[in-house]
């Protein structure tokens, strides 16, 4: 935060661009907190750096946390970057998640889900989709059957 207060030149977004690309390979739980300050900066190379720097820190051990801040009030652009992140974790919270974006949410947060969604075809997380059948609201159903004949194309 501090580095892009004192200046918004090229050098300065092209060092904040090589720490953001660093963010996902150390071992701090602070890594997240500052990939997702990033999603904000001036920098457009920045931003564009922690939108693939949170997809590559999207992992089971930061569900949680992902979770959390698809909840919290963020720009649309930092919630799309949760959701492409919770698309790249192979873990049946995660599509719980996506599931619940994808049927409460407008574009194009909805897409997004849709797409990580389709992305994470496992037969074991059939029980999670006929689950979703049962809670979907009435003017989402139609699309989730549509999802789920995609997914599956010969039923759940």
Known sequence: RESRERGAGPAESAVRVAIVDVLPKLPFPRSLQLVVEA?????????????????????????????????????????????????????????????QVFCTQGDPLRREARRGLLSLRDKSLRPLYARALLTVPPDRAQDLHVLIAELYPAGL
């Open 39 to 99: 999603l904000t900066d001036p920098s457009e190379a920045v931003r564009s750096q922690a939108h693939g720097a949170l997809a590559r820190l999207g992992t089971g051990e930061l569900l949680s946390t992902l979770s959390q801040l698809l909840s919290e009030p963020h720009e649309v652009a930092v919630k799309l970057a949760v959701v492409a992140a919770l698309g790249r974790t192979a873990d049946p919270r995660a599509v719980e998640r996506l599931l």
